[in-house]
């Protein structure tokens, strides 16, 4: 759902939302996280219809970029399920918007460098059921930066000048998971001595676990 030259690298992936958030993660437009679905997709359903939920991060997500990784312990983001019949798509995924995931508590593996993770603009994950169920989320241009401070002072910029689509897996449960694996994400590195400005990408890794904020006792279900 936070890096530099070394710290830097690793904000590259976190912008993988994270949100990041999760990414989690964490989205960009709806009609881009769309547009990532298979040609022929088939049908989706979100449940239940029309509840809110809250992805909070379970352990720690991971932004990594050459040697640098930046770890961050807190990521959260929330949104709704569309209402009827908006959570059902016969041939493909659905869609729903999303907060800007948030990241704090993070560290970076530079001694003597710290890093904060910012997230702006139009997040949404798109659902899509299959085997495994995929869930997409697209950073939107300049939407998660890194930057750090101390012995090197670098800002990472992910999705530098196009939404960037990433996907993780669902998994349906009490409560429901999304994962992500070193999801790949385009960066931009700027900044003096030890600052990773070669670096094009980062990966993100962070497991999520989403909740029904409308009604506790239910759970967020994707199924065909």
């Known amino acids: 759902m936070a890096t530099l030259s070394t710290p830097t690298r690793k904000a590259l992936s976190l912008g993988t939302g994270l949100a990041a958030a999760g990414a989690l993660v964490f989205a960009g437009a709806t009609a881009t996280a769309a547009q990532a679905a298979p040609a022929l997709a088939g049908s989706t359903t979100v449940t239940p219809a029309g509840h809110g939920f809250k992805a909070s991060l379970s352990g720690k997500a991971t932004l990594k970029a050459g040697s640098v990784t930046v770890t961050c312990s807190v990521s959260t983001s929330s949104g709704t399920v569309p209402a009827a019949p908006g959570n059902h798509n016969a041939a493909g995924p659905v869609v729903s918007a999303i907060t800007p995931p948030t990241f704090t508590s993070c560290t970076t593996s530079m001694p003597g460098v710290s890093a904060t993770v910012t997230t702006s603009g139009s997040w949404a994950v798109s659902m899509q059921h299959g085997s495994p169920v995929v869930a997409s989320f697209t950073v939107p241009v300049g939407g998660l930066v890194v930057k750090t401070s101390g012995l090197a002072s670098c800002t990472v910029t992910a999705a530098p000048t196009a939404p960037a689509p990433t996907s993780g897996t669902w998994s349906n449960g009490a409560p429901s998971s999304l994962a992500f694996g070193n999801a790949q994400v385009p ?14 990408t980062s990966s993100f890794s962070a497991t999520y676990l989403v909740t029904d904020t409308t009604d506790p006792a239910q759970q967020i279900t994707v199924t065909g």
């Open 187 to 200: 960066v931009k590195v700027v900044g003096g001595f030890g600052c990773p400005t070669s670096a094009t």
